[in-house]
Every structure is written in C-alpha cells, then in structure tokens.
C-alpha cells in the first residue's frame, strides 16, 4: 500500500485562478506534511510545510491539513505561467526515522 | 554560499559494473538520504545517514550500497548495475532540527 497518494494530472489552469492540489496518506500518526516543487530537469524545493490541523498561508500558497480525513491539500491563487511544475506532496511517518515518503506528484499548467 | 554537490550529472554504464555516484555537502547536515526518481513512482529512499558510520536502508536498497565516512560525502555504489537502476538519482541532507531536505542537482543514470 502506498503510503502517499497524489492525483498525477495534469492540471490546467489559467492565469488567475486557484490551483487545488490534493494528498492523501495512510499512516494515521503522521505528523508532518510537506509541499515541495519540482520544475522540469530540476531538483524539488520546499515551498510549504504544515504540522497541525487547518490551513497555513504563505503569500500566494495556502496548505491545508485534515488529519481526521488523512488528507492535505495545496492551494495556489492567482496562478501565474511561473508556478507550472510538478508538485510532490511528502509526509515524515514519524516511526522514530527522519524519512519523508513522496508522492507519485501533480504536474500543474498554468495556462497564459 | 553552502550547498549540495552531485557527480556526474550524466552517466552511461553498461549492465554489470559497480558504478559510484558521489554527493557532498557543505551544510555541516547530519542527515543525508539517497533517493531515486522514476515516472509512475516519485521519489523513493534508497539509503539514509544520521551522521559518520551511520548507514540504513530505505525502501528500495537492493543493489545498492552507501558508506558514511565523514560528515561531507554520502556515495552511492551500484554493485552490479541492472537495466532497472535506469533513473534519476537525487541527494539529499537535512540538518535534523526539522525535516527539510535540501536537495542535490541529480544525476540521470543510464544502464545499457
């Protein structure tokens, strides 16, 4: 079973909007939760981290944790052409090993 | 500035030779983790480092191995390489006062 899933896409959307990105996990003690980018060819960043239920903004990105539905969510608003990349969704299992588990990714367009 | 250093960026093997992927990092991080990147799959832990002479396995290490002998550098030798190590190899370390991972350049491996 794998313990992070991702809708792979791809996502279009067009300048402007909200991009909603989706994550679901299933080690229920999880406790950390991580948002990372990865353009094409390039290594992933992190743009958002979020440890405790409810949402956390950072500029343009919000994270969104429920960890009664297991599920965290990324939301970019007004999506600009630069934020077109895959977007990997990680979770620390907290079993004592300072591991991140990776989702498979969501590749975003953001349409000009 | 520091940072984190892969070599080669490209290599060609052909099926059966021990190849070595080198990473160093100037961080002074303790943690240093392997990964592997193939489409379908994301990023999966090959082997993990808390510090000098600390080694673990992640959840695809057969084949491979890694040797911990100074805080810097955390190789990664293919015994035998196999069609299947075909992928994306990135590095990466992590100070271990939070989770998050700084990540190398990577190197595309091709095994023929």
Redesign the interface.
């Known amino acids: 079973q794998k313990e992070?899933e991702q809708n792979?896409g791809p996502l279009s959307v067009p300048e402007g909007a909200i991009a909603s990105l989706n994550c679901t996990y299933s080690d229920r003690v999880s406790q950390?939760f991580?948002w990372?980018r990865q353009y094409s060819g390039?290594?992933?960043?992190?743009i958002m981290?979020i440890y405790s239920n409810g949402d956390k903004e950072d500029g343009r990105f919000t994270a969104q944790l429920n960890k009664a539905s297991q599920y965290v969510s990324l939301l970019i608003r007004d999506s600009q052409p630069s934020d077109s990349a895959t977007y990997?969704c990680?979770v620390?299992p907290q079993t004592g090993?300072?591991?991140?588990?990776?989702?498979?990714?969501t590749r975003l367009t953001v349409i000009p | 500035d520091a940072e984190i250093t892969q070599s080669p960026r490209h290599k060609i093997t052909e099926t059966g030779r021990q190849v070595t992927l080198a990473c160093h990092q100037t961080w002074n991080h303790n943690n240093m983790f392997w990964y592997r990147q193939d489409l379908g799959h994301g990023l999966r832990l090959i082997h993990y480092s808390y510090g000098v002479q600390d080694t673990n396995k992640g959840e695809v290490s057969d084949g491979y191995s890694v040797s911990r002998s100074n805080t810097e550098d955390l190789p990664l030798t293919l015994e035998s390489a196999a069609s299947s190590q075909t992928s994306v190899y990135f590095c990466a370390s992590s100070d271990g006062r939070g989770e998050k991972l700084f990540f190398g350049s990577g190197t595309q491996l091709s095994v023929l």
């Open positions: 992070v792979s950390s991580f990372y390039k290594s992933p960043e992190l981290s990997l990680a620390n090993a300072n591991n991140l588990f990776f989702g498979t990714g």
